[in-house]
Nanobody, 115 residues
Framework: QVQLVESGGGLVQPGGSMWLSCGSSVNILEFNSMGWYRQAPGKQREFVAS???????DYAASVKGRFTISKNNPDNTVFLQMNSLKPDDTAVYYC?????????WGQGTQVTVSS
């Protein structure tokens, strides 16, 4: 059974940085891709970043140049480094993994950017 567990959220000031991590209960090499989504209050869940099996990455335009996704395959962990955070980045961040046609989700971690 696939379980994804996020950690690292919290409160940060505008302009600050934060790391999120997502641990998988199975070998992440089994997934076609892993990534991060976020959902702000009153808004739909949106794509943030992804890393596919060949190592290529993709980012939403709103975070490109500020966020970096990376993987630690031996530890079955995916990271999201977030720099130059803005109040608009405030949301619950969800880890996502795709295997064939199945999506797996973590429980989410709250990130709040506020002074």
């Amino acid at each position: 059974q696939v379980q994804l567990v996020e950690s690292g959220g919290g409160l940060v000031q505008p302009g600050g940085s934060m790391w999120l991590s997502c641990g998988s209960s199975v070998n992440i090499l089994e997934f076609n891709s892993m990534g991060w989504y976020r959902q702000a209050p009153g808004k739909q869940r949106e794509f943030v970043a992804s890393s596919v099996a060949d190592g290529s990455t993709d980012y939403a335009a709103s975070v490109k140049g500020r966020f970096t996704i990376s993987k630690n395959n031996p530890d079955n962990t995916v990271f999201l480094q977030m720099n130059s955070l803005k109040p608009d980045d405030t949301a619950v961040y969800y880890c996502n993994a795709k295997r064939q046609r199945t999506n797996y989700w973590g429980q989410g971690t709250q990130v709040t950017v506020s002074s």
